[in-house]
């Protein structure tokens, strides 16, 4: 009985999400709150984060991470607006 | 009635500096103060500090703050403290503050807090030094809170607020991932909260997380991380007291 060879770490998907989201915690966004998951056969990032310019270095970290995977990415800039009514709590 | 106006994990860095400020400018207009509930920073450098005093600097409300993990990161959170308390910002840690609305002494008692998770799925003071000081460290911070608002309730304070940044329940955690809820509260929070009481509880924390819980005692809790709330901030009206 044959067996093939443990894939390595780097070709691993689940590692390789695993690294990207160490990634983006250590490097200059200290992103904790983006998700990443492996769902059928492709990885969907998802999150908010604080402004255009950490989603452009979200978005570019994880194309260069998940280079070849099919990623789809569903990254939004949380919104600022004052809000238009309050909560009555009696 | 007292208008509470919160958000949490705004995470300000260089190039966010002015993002909030025009919303914060109507504070004003509808609420008698700010809290802030920690995450207020991405690194918890001083650089980072400063765009977040600057931008609270001189509002006309009283602003009230706790810190989050992410301003630990740098390891130098009474440096980040320090340059909110230069701008105004009153931050607590394991203490309370009293804030005069009107005629009425609204006390808000102030801790980060920690994880350690919910009843029959927490974190237990045993074995290695690591795991004991992790729960023994999210103790003192429950211990703090409840501390600090049966003080308010000594000095007579008719309205009393509970300020986290990691969540005391479940419940405003819905939509994360059930296996990081250790990493996100501790129900040690929610026991400091019913023990002492308070009128309302605000933390942030669980970005994917929802804005609406209840304590077991009663306590509404509310989870005003921004991308929760997708505003500037939020307004409370109690009525309690």
């Known amino acids: 009985m044959s067996r093939s060879a443990p894939e390595r770490s780097e070709e691993n998907v689940e590692y390789r999400v695993a690294h990207l989201r160490d990634r983006l915690a250590a490097e200059e966004l200290g992103e904790l709150g983006v998700r990443a998951e492996v769902r059928a056969g492709a990885v969907v990032v998802t999150g908010t984060v604080p402004s255009a310019q950490c989603r452009e270095t979200v978005l570019r970290t994880v194309h260069e991470e998940l280079a070849g995977l099919s990623v789809h990415t569903d990254v939004v800039v949380a919104e600022t607006a004052t809000p238009d009514h309050a909560e009555e709590l009696p | 009635m007292i208008r509470v106006a919160a958000v949490g994990d705004i995470h300000m860095g260089p190039e966010s500096q002015g993002v909030l400020r025009p919303a914060f400018e109507t504070l004003p207009d509808c609420a008698d103060l700010l809290l802030l509930a920690g995450d207020l920073t991405r690194h918890g450098t001083p ?34 403290a320090a340059l909110l308390e230069d701008a105004g910002v009153r931050v607590l840690e394991g203490e309370g503050t009293i804030v005069e609305c009107g005629g009425t002494r609204v006390g808000v008692a102030g801790t980060k807090g920690f994880g350690g998770g919910f009843v029959g799925r927490s974190a237990g003071e045993f074995g290695e030094p690591l795991m004991k000081e992790f729960v023994r ?25 509970a300020l ?57 809790v509310r989870n005003v991380a921004q991308p929760v709330i997708r505003r500037a901030f939020n307004v409370y009206h109690l009525h309690a007291g």
């Open chain 2, 164 to 220: 986290t940044h990691f969540s005391p329940v479940a419940d405003t955690l819905a939509g994360e991932p059930p296996e990081i809820y250790p990493f996100l509260g501790s129900y040690l929070l929610a026991e400091a909260i019913d023990t002492a009481g308070a009128d309302l509880s605000v933390h942030g924390h669980a970005h994917a997380g929802t804005e609406h819980g209840m304590t077991a005692g009663g306590v509404r």
């Open chain 2, 47 to 80: 650089e980072e500090a400063r765009v977040v005093a600057q931008e609270v600097r001189d509002l006309p409300v009283p602003v009230v703050a706790v810190l989050g993990n992410h301003d630990h990161h740098d390891e130098q959170p009474e440096k980040v």
């Open chain 2, 137 to 161: 460290y999210s103790r003192r911070c429950a211990d703090g809170l409840r501390t600090a608002l049966e003080e308010l309730e000594r000095q007579g304070c008719g309205t009393r607020v």
